[in-house]
Every structure is written in C-alpha cells, then in structure tokens.
T-cell receptor, first 114, second 114 residues
Framework: AQSVTQLDSQVPVFEEAPVELRCNYSSSVSVYLFWYVQYPNQGLQLLLKYLSGSTLVKGINGFEAEFNKSQTSFHLRKPSVHISDTAEYFC????????????FGTGTQLKVEL | NAGVTQTPKFQVLKTGQSMTLQCAQDMNHEYMSWYRQDPGMGLRLIHYSVGAGITDQGEVPNGYNVSRSTTEDFPLRLLSAAPSQTSVYFCASQQTGTLQETQYFGPGTRLLVL
C-alpha cells in the first residue's frame, strides 16, 4: 500500500514571494502523483499530475512540481504567489496501472499575505 | 455542462436518522466515487462505481450504502447516522476508471450529526 506525507500543515508566505509545498510518498511499486487545490467552500481541483516522462510537470495557475524518485518526493512550487493562491493543497498518490484509488495527504494550508 | 453537482450543501441530522446525499454528473462519466474529508486526515474513499449497476467499497465503507442505477447519479445513503459521520462529503467523477483521466469533484456536502 502507498502513503503520502505532507509535513507542513500551514505555510504562510508574502505575496509575490516564492513557495514550495512539500510532499513525500511511500510505495513499493511505480506511482502516479497528483496535486489538488481546494479553495474555501469548494471541491478539489486538479493542479497537475505526473504519470510518466519528464519529471518536471507544469500545471495550472503557474504551479509546477518535480518528481524525484530517489527522494520519493513530489514538491509543488510557484515562483511568485498571489493572494488568490490562498487555499488548501493536497498531494495524492496512486499505484501506476493499479486502478483508480487515490491516497491523499493531509493537506497544506497556503496563506498568502500582503 | 454543470459538471458534478451535490445536494444538499449543508445538513444537520440527529443520531439514528437516515438520509441520502445526492450526486449527479452530466459529463457521461463511467466512474464515480464518494470521499469524506476530515480535519487532519485528507480525503478517504468511501465507495466507488465503475459504471451503472456496479459498485465497490473503498477505504471507509462502514455505515454507508450506494447504488448506481443510472450513469448520471450516484447517491450515498446513511442508514443510521452516527456522530462519527460528521464530515464533509465529496462526490467525484471521471471518464473511466483509470487515473490518466482527470477526476472532477463536486462542491461538497457538509454534514453534522448530533
């Protein structure tokens, strides 16, 4: 079985500063990796996903993530955040080719301040 | 397209009451699922369906029933509500059961069981 760890429950950052949200996973097989964003009182929206190929994945809203197999990480980055990026971010993992079951991390609350 | 819709948005129940959370999608997606979201625990899969007439259990199925009589609808039933079922419930759908497809989430139902 796979698991996901998001070590930072909250990340405060000033507007226009860079941000990195950390995600580490554990699995004995190849994985697919995902980042979702949840704005207040809304459902989850897919930011980006890694299935195969290039380890640097670009998503919506200027976010990107890099798959690092040796470090079992999939950290999310944005070079310059906006107030509108304030939301909760979830990392998720699934076994590659193993069906459709996602395992979610506990989430990181990104708070962008002026 | 309305996407994935959920009703009601909020609900308060007394212990032992029953209710049905509604979920509908108008994208002709085969795969639908229900998650619950609890503080500090991320999202956990309750039940899922790979097509009309086919359902299966997820990670936390106890206390919940589902059925899938049509492609569009996937209701979640609580037969006898318990305080432990206080949570935010999300319905999701995707074209097929593979994670290469993007999963779309509804806005959620916030349930309080007293």
């Amino acid at each position: 079985a796979q698991s996901v760890t998001q070590l930072d429950s909250q990340v405060p950052v000033f507007e226009e500063a860079p941000v990195e949200l950390r995600c580490n996973y554990s699995s004995s097989v190849s994985v697919y990796l995902f980042w979702y964003v949840q704005y207040p009182n809304q459902g989850l929206q897919l930011l980006l996903k890694y299935l195969s190929g290039s380890t640097l994945v670009k998503g919506i809203n200027g976010f990107e993530a890099e798959f690092n197999k040796s470090q079992t990480s999939f950290h999310l980055r944005k070079p310059s955040v906006h107030i509108s990026d304030t939301a909760e971010y979830f990392c998720a993992v699934s076994e590659a080719g193993g069906g459709n079951k996602l395992t979610f991390g506990t989430g990181t609350q990104l708070k962008v301040e002026l | 397209n309305a996407g994935v819709t959920q009703t009601p948005k909020f609900q308060v129940l007394k212990t032992g009451q029953s209710m049905t959370l509604q979920c509908a999608q108008d994208m002709n997606h085969e795969y639908m699922s229900w998650y619950r979201q609890d503080p500090g625990m991320g999202l956990r899969l309750i039940h899922y369906s790979v097509g009309a007439g086919i359902t299966d259990q997820g990670e936390v199925p106890n206390g919940y029933n589902v059925s899938r009589s049509t492609t569009e609808d996937f209701p979640l039933r609580l037969l006898s509500a318990a305080p432990s079922q206080t949570s935010v419930y999300f319905c999701a759908s995707q074209q097929t059961g593979t994670l290469q497809e993007t999963q779309y989430f509804g806005p959620g139902t916030r349930l309080l069981v007293l």
